[in-house]
């Protein structure tokens, strides 16, 4: 099959509700995409899966929803202010503005002119006003990654949940990055959600712990249904690696338009946690009186067996939100062509992350009978807690189900004139996949269900 190509998947997503331009009536805001209905849903289940397995699955792994709004002096000490920056640079015969390094062979990517400014730096960080009047330092961040909350909430959950290392926090949740040339749909967008667990390890152990997550993402995302062969782990050079790292493997995907990263595995050292800290070394701390004087404020683990205290060491799986959605839409879009002739075009989305789970269709629209019986059937299915059933009572059952394989519909059940008038009573269903239908008893469809979605 040939591959899935972003014009595509742009058509779908608009086309059936799954993304849209933000601000469309007024021109679009650009770099900033909404999820309509379906967009949602997928979302959501993704998020939902990282979640499970993340914090759930383990007994390692605490979770945490801090503020976007981040003070001032946190991403001062984390080191954002001074170094979050990306080369700008401007062609100035066709005036478009681009990251210095995305250009190659020194050319315009737009134009093809050679004739380009240096290269300046411009820190990416989104500042905004707090409070009612407005200058000076009466300013926040929008948070550019969700990691710093977990860093100055380190103590605070350490207190209440009295963990030892190796353990780890988890954190979905928006963050904002002015991109110099946000591109490729919602592959790099100004405002985008991530999924980031640091992991507190003890010094020494980091780079075990680092090929260990390697290799425990990479499972995950082919659990979300990505090809093997379309992942690729590229080793960052000493040279590029940010202002935290050790080091750090890129997890790439191969997206319509091309490999690139979808989640980054970080060894971020102890410089998070040991910048804050000599930021509190720089205090007179009295909130936080602690029985071992010696750990006051500190963001620090005690060493039971050396008796000390000391500040761990952090592997940092961070994945986009947003970049996951786009790769498990270009692995589930697919066109077949059916013995008629006709293209089906349907998404092999895993069943976990279908927005619609079962669609109950009424043969006939205007059939009390069958559409109270749809009615019934979707109310004991929603019992189920698979996710969403949907009552699809648009009269049309072709286009019932050329939709449903559209989006992503694993199962739909149809409600037919056999189902009102014989008895035991049974329903068609028919799976998105094999497009093979097999009569099941209404008295059987909860436990059928269920079972399908275990
Ligand atoms: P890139 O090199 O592509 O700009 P990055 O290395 O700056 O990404 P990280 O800081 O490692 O990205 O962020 C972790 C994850 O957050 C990335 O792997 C990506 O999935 C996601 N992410 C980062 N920036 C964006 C963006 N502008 N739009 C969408 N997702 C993003």
Known sequence: MPATTMDQLVSLCKRRGFIFQNADIYGGLQGVYDFGPLGVELKNNLKAAWWRSMVYERDDVEGLDAAILTHRKVLHYSGHEATFSDPLTDCKRCKQRFRADHIKDGKCPECGSTDLTEPRMFNMMFKTAVGPIEGGDNFAYLRPETAQAIFTQFKNVVDATARKAPFGIAQIGKSFRNEITPRNFIFRVREFEQMELEFFVKPGTDMEWLETWKADRIDWWIDQGLDKEKLH???????????????????????????????????????????????????????????NKEAEGKLALFDDEAKKWYVPWVIEPSAGVERGVLAVLTEAYAEETLPNGETRTLLKLKK??????????????????????????????????????????????????RRHDEIGTPICITIDFESIEKQPASVTIRNRDTMAQQRVAVSDLPAYITDFFR
Do not use: C
């Open 352 to 401: 976990h992350l279908a927005p619609v789970k079962v669609a109950v269709i009424p043969l006939k629209r205007n059939n009390a009978e069958i559409v109270k019986l749809a009615a019934n059937i979707k109310a004991a299915l929603m019992k189920t807690g698979v996710g969403r059933i949907m009552l699809e009572n648009s009269g049309n059952i072709g286009k019932a189900y």
């Open 233 to 291: 782990v590229h080793k960052i050079a000493k040279e590029d690696l940010a202002h935290y790292s050790k080091a750090t493997y890129d997890l790439e995907y191969q997206f319509p338009h091309g490999l690139e990263e979808l989640e980054g595995i970080a060894d971020r050292t102890d410089y998070d946690l040991g910048n804050h800290t000599r930021y509190q070394d720089e205090l007179e701390i009295t909130a936080h009186v602690h029985e």
